[in-house]
Nanobody
């Protein structure tokens, strides 16, 4: 089972950028999808981006489309989330997860993923 490890979080001002990393050894052999989720204080965890690891196709939630980019470097067993034009509403804990096999519903549904990491905190101040 995958054990993703996220890193790269921090505190930035509005308009700033961060790059999150998710290291997950052997993920391409275990899953065809890796996703990033975000959980703001007092809110449910929500899916924001995923990458199909065999095709490099991507899918984004509307809240981050055009500002965030998900990518992978399979040789480094790492999936990235490049975040630009950060806003205070982007504040939260960011999690990486591996896609569950056989899922046929909404691509970023939380039930479509398992093998969660511990998360990395992103704080955007105005």
């Amino acid at each position: 089972q995958l054990q993703p490890v996220e890193s790269g979080g921090g505190s930035v001002q509005t308009g700033g950028s961060l790059r999150l990393s998710c290291e997950a050894a052997g993920y391409t052999s275990i899953t065809d999808r890796m996703g990033w989720f975000r959980q703001a204080p007092g809110r449910e965890r929500e899916g924001i981006a995923l990458i199909y690891t065999d095709t490099n196709d991507t899918f984004y939630d509307d809240s981050v489309k055009g500002r965030f980019t998900i990518s992978q470097d399979s040789a480094k067993n790492t999936v990235y989330l490049h975040m630009n034009t950060l806003q205070p509403q982007d504040t939260g804990m960011y999690y990486c997860a591996a896609g569950r096999s056989g899922w046929r519903g909404y691509p970023l549904h939380i039930r479509a993923f398992n093998s969660w990491g511990q998360g990395t905190q992103v704080t955007v101040s105005s």
